[in-house]
């Protein structure tokens, strides 16, 4: 297998692609004035589907600049991911950057694909919002000094510029703010962490919030559940109609909010009245529920600007940067869904 994927030459493309010797030659070397669009795709999937790696082609990965910066992301469902997007672009604008936008939806070989795409179209840098699994590529990125700039998740132990939000901070905040009202057993519910770290450092920061006001935290209040529609509400029902539930929810992600909504609802039980309630992010229909909803909220689009400000500043001094890691902070918007009124349980 490898004797014949060693004899692959630009011949061999050209035959293939239907196109000249020379039109393969231009491809490879990014020089695509005289190449319409359909040609130079055809031949790039030619390329890669041949694992084609001539040192020409290494060569204009160091040298061409395409002023277009990639952005990987593992979820743009939310208003949160859509600030994001909003800060990279404004930012790549600015300086002269266009943006090509991919979407992992967490899996790790779907990222991977769009990083070696990505990089076959010769973008100046990538700015991903990471998988774990694919620690090894980064490695190599790394080793290459690819501009790669992290966001929203770090990976420990990697010299990775990276741009996050104090998650561990985050819960603490909804934590003691609930603590403060009285709340005694405070549930947290979190998508399973799967070494991502967001869900890590807020679970993590419940479980410091909690010890710092002098209780050990419930490992049994700490639901973690797939990410699939309906396993935060049955959680949170389960936990509701047990004799010892809970006076409290933390919610630690936007898609969990109308979930443990209606399970309080289903179950007959009133926010604030049965069970105080503050959720993950900012939207805009957080003030408009019948119990407008107390909520963690982050600055995403400034997370946007930064880390293409960090990438910007990667590709401009590739040989002299030095990787960062910008740690961002989040704020509690108090709404009445905690029931300041509420008298403290016992």
């Excluded at 935290?217 to 935060?232: L, Q, S």
């Excluded at 069970?275 to 946007?304: C, K, N, R, Y």
């Excluded at 990667?314 to 869904?337: D, G, N």
């Amino acid at each position: 297998m490898n004797n014949k994927a060693n004899k692959v030459n630009m011949d061999t493309i050209a035959k293939k692609a239907g196109v000249s010797k020379t039109t393969v030659s231009r491809i490879i070397n990014g020089n695509f004035e005289y190449v319409n669009e359909a040609t130079k795709e055809k031949v790039l999937r030619i390329i890669k589907e041949l694992n084609y790696k001539p040192n020409s082609l290494a060569r204009s990965l160091k040298q061409m600049k395409s002023n277009v910066i990639g952005l990987i992301l593992a979820n743009m469902k939310t208003t949160f991911w859509s600030l994001v997007i909003e800060g990279v672009e404004k930012r790549c604008h600015a300086n002269g950057y266009s943006l090509m936008i991919c979407n992992s939806n967490n899996d790790p070989q779907l990222e991977r694909e769009h990083i070696e795409n990505l990089k076959m179209k010769q973008v100046d840098g990538i700015i991903i919002n990471p998988m774990i699994e694919n620690k090894p590529l980064f490695q190599e990125l790394i080793d290459e000094k690819y501009p790669l700039v992290l966001i929203n998740r770090r990976i420990d132990g990697m010299a990775l510029d990276t741009v996050i939000i104090d998650n561990v901070r985050s819960s603490m905040l909804a934590v003691n703010h609930l603590r403060d009202l009285g709340r005694k057993s405070i549930a947290l519910i979190a998508y399973t962490s799967q070494g991502i770290s967001p869900r890590e450092d807020r679970i993590e920061g419940y479980r410091r919030a909690m010890e710092s006001n002098g209780v050990a935290a419930d490992e049994m209040m700490i639901r973690e559940v797939e990410e699939k529609p309906g396993t935060a509400k049955e959680a949170v029902k389960q936990l509701l109609m047990a004799p010892d539930r809970p006076d409290a929810i933390l919610s630690s992600h936007v898609s969990m909010i109308s979930e443990v909504i209606e399970a309080a609802n289903e179950l007959g039980l009133s926010i604030p009245n049965d069970v105080s309630h503050v959720g993950f992010d900012e939207s805009v229909w957080s003030q408009h529920l019948a119990s407008p909803l107390t909520t963690i909220s982050q600055p995403s689009f400034e997370m946007g600007e930064l880390a293409a400000e960090h990438m910007i500043d990667f590709i401009k001094h590739k040989e002299a940067f030095v990787p960062t890691t910008t740690l961002l902070q989040p704020e509690l918007i108090v709404r009445s869904s905690c029931g300041n009124n509420l008298l403290n349980r016992a």
